[in-house]
């Protein structure tokens, strides 16, 4: 192998896994993202505590998990996205699994 060679096959090697490494974490971030909303529908469907928190879930759960990037305005996308695309749930199971 020639140097040029090195540099091609560590070029595609590069490329190649670096795209199927991002492709993973889309994934990883849209399974954590739709389960998130699902949770918060459902406590919000059928939580005991649902008429304590009322209009107050979203921003205490921000307060209580105090996790950079997970706020208010974030836990509403993922309860939306939740909603608009249920057919997800057979997806995401296949892919924790």
């Not at 005991?48 to 836990?75: C, M, P």
């Amino acid at each position: 192998m020639n140097f040029e060679a090195l540099v091609k096959h560590i070029s595609t090697i590069q490329s190649t896994l670096q795209a199927q490494a991002a492709h993973a974490v889309n994934l990883a971030l849209t399974a954590r993202n739709w389960l998130m909303g699902c949770y918060i529908v459902e406590f919000e469907q059928n939580g005991e505590d649902r008429a304590t928190y009322g209009e107050q879930l979203l921003k205490k759960l921000e307060q209580r998990l105090n996790v950079k990037g997970l706020n208010e305005r974030r836990f509403r996308e993922f309860r939306r996205l939740y909603l608009v695309y249920p057919q997800l749930k057979e997806p995401i199971a296949l892919y924790l699994t």
